[in-house]
Nanobody
Framework: VQLQASGGGLVQAGGSLRLSCKVI????????MAWYRQAPGEQRVLVAG???????NYADSVKGRFTISRDNKRRYMYLQMDSLKPEDTVVYYC??????????WGKGTLVTVSS
């Protein structure tokens, strides 16, 4: 199993980025998936989730600014991030819904938002 997150980078506050997650080695369509983020010294936290049926949920801190989506045919998940804030500066990871336990974590992708 491989989870390959990409699309991070440096952006000014108020800008946008689109993260992508390529999923290899599982039947992607049946998995509830999510984006997480982790600041140095802190626990990884949920940013946004999307169920196999397309139900969405978001952390309060990103509601109205981030949009999660998936393409089951291509085995990709996305996170459109708009109105970025400096506090969004962390490493972002993709994985399944952690209820049943995580898949092997990938390297993540770093998002840096300058003020």
């Amino acid at each position: 199993v491989q989870l390959q997150a990409s699309g991070g980078g440096l952006v000014q506050a108020g800008g946008s980025l689109r993260l992508s997650c390529k999923v290899i080695g599982i039947n992607f369509a049946i998995y509830n998936m999510a984006w997480y983020r982790q600041a140095p010294g802190e626990q990884r936290v949920l940013v946004a989730g999307i169920s196999s049926g397309g139900n969405l949920n978001y952390a309060d801190s990103v509601k109205g600014r981030f949009t999660i989506s998936r393409d089951n045919k291509r085995r990709y998940m996305y996170l459109q991030m708009d109105s970025l804030k400096p506090e969004d500066t962390v490493v972002y990871y993709c994985n399944r819904d952690l209820g049943p336990g995580p898949l092997p974590w990938g390297k993540g992708t770093l998002v840096t938002v300058s003020s």
